[in-house]
């Protein structure tokens, strides 16, 4: 089944709203996440980290939650523009198995913001 | 900003023949990547490259596929022989570090066999 997987597949918001996306994640031994945007016809573009020895970190506009007690991990994105609209996936690292650092993402959430 | 360079940005091939997807990384990184994206699907781990070899790989990365890094710049992705089912998005990555930190997406070659 999925590791790291996303609970909405779209996400619609008006612009100035704060949005939250969603992630949940299977295996315990990852110990680092990452948010990653991409448009259209481009590569995922890094937004924001966070290792597993802490619960939350903000970025400008951005913050992202851990809870490893669910294993979940959400993005929030303050006061959302126009130009957030993308597909977001969280991407975990697994370290068992001496992982290199191959990422794992999840089926990602379209966001699309309303002006 | 230093970026991650891959062409051609689309490709079309006909099932059989062989394709080489190549990519700058970013200079002074030392970790390489390729993963894939089939249309509307998540992104996908196919192969890691570390010290001229392969540290890992993937289920979906076969026989059919072999990268290499032939003059310290380049880093290509080839596929032997293409399947209609090798049609997605290919992105090579790089990083400074291990662990998958730090790392740089290139926009991305669009391989669509016929």
């Known amino acids: 089944g999925e590791s790291v997987g996303l609970h909405l597949p779209t996400l619609s918001v008006q612009e100035g709203d704060n949005s939250i996306i969603n992630c949940a994640y299977s295996?315990?031994?990852?110990?680092?996440f990452i948010w990653y945007k991409q448009e259209s016809g481009k590569g995922p573009q890094f937004i924001i980290d966070?290792?597993?020895?802490?619960d939350k970190r903000q970025g400008q506009r951005v913050t992202v939650l851990l809870n490893k007690t669910v294993k979940h991990l959400s993005l929030q994105i303050a006061a959302t523009q126009p130009g957030d609209s993308a597909v977001y996936f969280c991407?975990?690292?697994?370290?068992?198995?001496?992982?290199?650092?191959?990422?794992?993402f999840g089926k990602g959430t379209k966001l699309s913001v309303k002006p | 900003e230093p970026e991650v360079t891959q062409t051609p940005s689309h490709q079309v091939t006909q099932m059989g023949q062989e394709v080489i997807l190549r990519c700058v990384p970013i200079?002074?990184?030392?970790?390489f990547y390729w993963y894939r994206q089939i249309l509307g699907q998540k992104v996908e781990f196919l192969v890691s490259?570390?010290?001229?070899?392969?540290?890992?790989k993937s289920e979906i990365f076969d026989d059919q596929f072999s990268v290499e890094r032939p003059d310290g710049s380049n880093f290509t992705l080839k596929i032997r022989s293409t399947k209609l089912e090798d049609s997605a998005m290919y992105f090579c990555?790089?990083?400074?570090?291990?662990?998958?930190?730090?790392?740089?997406f290139g926009s991305g070659t669009r391989l669509t066999v016929v």
């Open positions: 990555a790089s990083s400074l570090r291990a662990e998958g930190y730090g790392y740089t």
């Open positions: 295996n315990s031994a990852s110990d680092y």
């Open positions: 966070i290792r597993s020895n802490m």
């Open positions: 991407a975990e690292n697994r370290r068992y198995g001496g992982s290199q650092g191959n990422l794992i």
């Open positions: 200079s002074n990184h030392l970790y």
């Open positions: 490259f570390y010290n001229n070899e392969i540290s890992e």
